[in-house]
């Protein structure tokens, strides 16, 4: 299924329809994590399709979270990959099927996406497709990001897809030739951590090696490692798994965070194991591990990463002030995975 407005493309009149149609594009001001304000968009039509991200309030107080206010391109929800401490157990507790993946209406889908492209203002946007499904959950089998959707960003090139994914099957978008459009997010952890709790997700050296084939076809590349896990060789595991990724290629950026666990999902993932290293419950986005043992995990790979490989890059995620500020980054110019 393909667009039928560009615009770089003058309207007939079968388009007239499809404009009456179209859903509206809703704005909002936004407060921003430097303070500044900004018009952006909140939403596109009822916001089942494109929506902003923004439960998490601008943060004023040291146990508050960060985390900017990204879009997010709900095309798709759920996952196959049944990693134990997912969040998706939570926000799809109340569906008979879970968080069995399903595809939304593939019109629909269209139609949101030709109205936010032509009644976005100028500001350029990185749009999510990652936050509730694995972006590449249906590639190979119909509908799906490679086949379908890449084609329409790079019609109208004014905004930029992000994927983010556990999946190896690239295939489709190193096909889709869109290097301008599309950045590519890979989640991975340490050896032990994903064969322990990561359960049907691809092998970490089948994530890399995905992730390398986009790096060297020029896609712009970035990596999470999160959750971090503190088990017992927690050093060893994590400094390894750096020098892997290393090894295979060097990311754009790298996004780092460590467990944590809201209420909904605790309570509704099988799995518990990994809330043994849960003892901390004074931020806003549920439990955590404790702050001292956060920051040693950060501050080690920080400088690892600094001090080997003369790499910098990096962001938090869903992290505290006060955990920005004392490992001496500033959350304020922020770089994190969601962001442009």
Same mark, same amino acid.
């Given at each position: 299924?393909?667009?039928?407005?560009?615009?770089?493309?003058?309207?007939?009149?079968g388009?007239i329809?499809?404009?009456?149609?179209?859903?509206?594009?809703k704005f909002?001001?936004?407060?921003?994590?430097?303070g500044? @304000?900004?018009?952006?968009?909140?939403?596109?039509?009822?916001?089942?399709?494109i929506?902003?991200?923004?439960?998490?309030?601008?943060?004023?107080?040291?146990?508050?979270?960060? %985390?900017?206010?990204?879009?997010e391109?709900?095309?798709?929800?759920?996952c196959?990959?049944?990693?134990?401490?997912?969040?998706?157990?939570?926000?799809?507790?109340?569906?008979? @099927?879970?968080? *069995?993946?399903?595809?939304?209406d593939?019109?629909?889908?269209?139609q949101?996406?030709?109205?936010f492209?032509?009644?976005?203002?100028?500001?350029?946007e990185?749009l999510?497709?990652? +936050?509730?499904?694995?972006?590449?959950?249906? +590639?190979?089998?119909?509908?799906?990001?490679?086949?379908?959707?890449?084609?329409?960003?790079?019609? =109208?090139?004014?905004h930029?897809?992000?994927?983010?994914?556990?999946?190896?099957?690239?295939?489709?978008?190193?096909?889709?030739?869109?290097?301008?459009?599309?950045?590519?997010?890979?989640?991975?952890?340490?050896?032990?951590?994903?064969?322990?709790? +990561?359960?049907?997700?691809?092998?970490?050296?089948?994530?890399?090696q /995905?992730a390398?084939?986009?790096?060297? /076809?020029?896609? +712009?590349?970035?990596l999470?490692?999160?959750?971090?896990?503190?088990?017992?060789d927690? @050093?060893?595991?994590?400094?390894?798994?750096?020098?892997?990724?290393?090894?295979?290629? *060097?990311?754009?950026?790298?996004?780092?965070?460590? &467990?944590?666990?809201?209420?909904?999902?605790?309570?509704? %993932?099988?799995?518990?194991?990994?809330?043994?290293y849960?003892d901390d419950?004074?931020?806003?986005?549920?439990?955590?591990?404790?702050?001292? &043992?956060? =920051? @040693?995990?950060y501050?080690? &790979?920080?400088?690892?990463?600094m001090?080997k490989y003369?790499?910098?890059?990096?962001?938090?995620?869903?992290?505290?002030?006060e955990?920005?500020?004392?490992?001496?980054?500033?959350?304020?110019?922020?770089?994190?995975? %969601?962001?442009?």
């Open positions: 299924m393909q667009s039928k407005l560009f615009l770089d493309e003058g309207i007939n009149i388009d329809q499809l404009l009456l149609d179209m859903p509206s594009v909002e001001r936004y407060q921003l994590l430097d500044n @304000e900004k018009s952006l968009v909140q939403q596109v039509g009822d916001g089942s399709i929506v902003r991200f923004d439960k998490t309030p601008p943060p004023s107080e040291k146990t508050d979270i960060v %985390c900017p206010h990204f879009l391109f709900k095309w798709a929800n759920g196959n990959f049944d990693c134990a401490w997912c969040y998706l157990n939570g926000t799809f507790r109340f569906r008979r @099927e879970k968080k *069995t993946p399903y595809l939304k593939k019109k629909r889908i269209i949101h996406l030709d109205s492209f032509i009644n976005s203002d100028g500001n350029q990185l999510n497709s990652g +936050e509730l499904s694995d972006s590449l959950v249906f +590639e190979g089998n119909g509908f799906s990001l490679g086949m379908d959707i890449i084609p329409l960003f790079k019609r =109208y090139r004014k930029k897809l992000l994927i983010l994914t556990k999946s190896a099957n690239v295939n489709n978008i190193l096909e889709s030739d869109s290097q301008d459009v599309v950045i590519a997010s890979f989640s991975v952890n340490a050896h032990s951590v994903a064969e322990r709790w +990561e359960h049907k997700a691809p092998h970490l050296k089948k994530r890399l /995905a390398k084939r986009l790096s060297e /076809a020029g896609y +712009e590349v970035r999470r490692i999160d959750p971090m896990v503190p088990v017992d927690w @050093e060893k595991q994590y400094l390894l798994l750096i020098d892997d990724i290393f090894e295979s290629f *060097t990311p754009d950026r790298i996004t780092i965070g460590s &467990l944590r666990g809201l209420h909904s999902t605790i309570t509704h %993932c099988s799995d518990r194991s990994w809330l043994q849960l419950n004074t931020s806003n986005w549920g439990r955590k591990i404790n702050s001292k &043992l956060r =920051y @040693e995990m501050r080690t &790979l920080i400088d690892y990463l001090q003369d790499y910098s890059a990096v962001g938090l995620c869903k992290e505290t002030i955990m920005w500020d004392l490992l001496k980054m500033d959350y304020r110019t922020i770089q994190c995975n %969601c962001t442009l």
